[in-house]
Nanobody
Framework: VQLQASGGGSVQAGESLRLSCAASGSTFSSYYMGWFRQAPGKEREFVASIRCSDGTTYYTDSVKGRFTISKDNAKNTVYLQMNSLKSEDTAVYYC????????????WGQGTQVTVSS
């Protein structure tokens, strides 16, 4: 599967952004799709994921209630709606994919920068 991420930008604290990750080349429903982020000087961290077969979602605690991951199977696209953004959400965001039969993410899209100014 190949991934193409888009939708980053610069916003003020409290505003919203939506990231998109378009997948191609494999059966979308056989994958978990996830969003990760990496802030300067920090390790890449998990943000959210979705099981494409049934839509089951997972979130890191710091984004629960503010971020929503969703999918459009017809478009083979996963979205990350980010509301009430905070300065600490500033990072490069990456989408990743892994087959449901493996543990580690196997494929990554290019990063997209999200900058939140307070």
């Amino acid at each position: 599967v190949q991934l193409q991420a888009s939708g980053g930008g610069s916003v003020q604290a409290g505003e919203s952004l939506r990231l998109s990750c378009a997948a191609s080349g494999s059966t979308f429903s056989s994958y978990y799709m996830g969003w990760f982020r990496q802030a300067p000087g920090k390790e890449r961290e998990f943000v959210a994921s979705i099981r494409c077969s049934d839509g089951t979602t997972y979130y890191t605690d710091s984004v629960k209630g503010r971020f929503t991951i969703s999918k459009d199977n017809a478009k083979n696209t996963v979205y990350l709606q980010m509301n009430s953004l905070k300065s600490e959400d500033t990072a490069v965001y990456y989408c990743g994919a892994r087959r449901t039969t493996v543990v580690r993410y196997e494929t990554w899209g290019q990063g997209t920068q999200v900058t939140v100014s307070s």
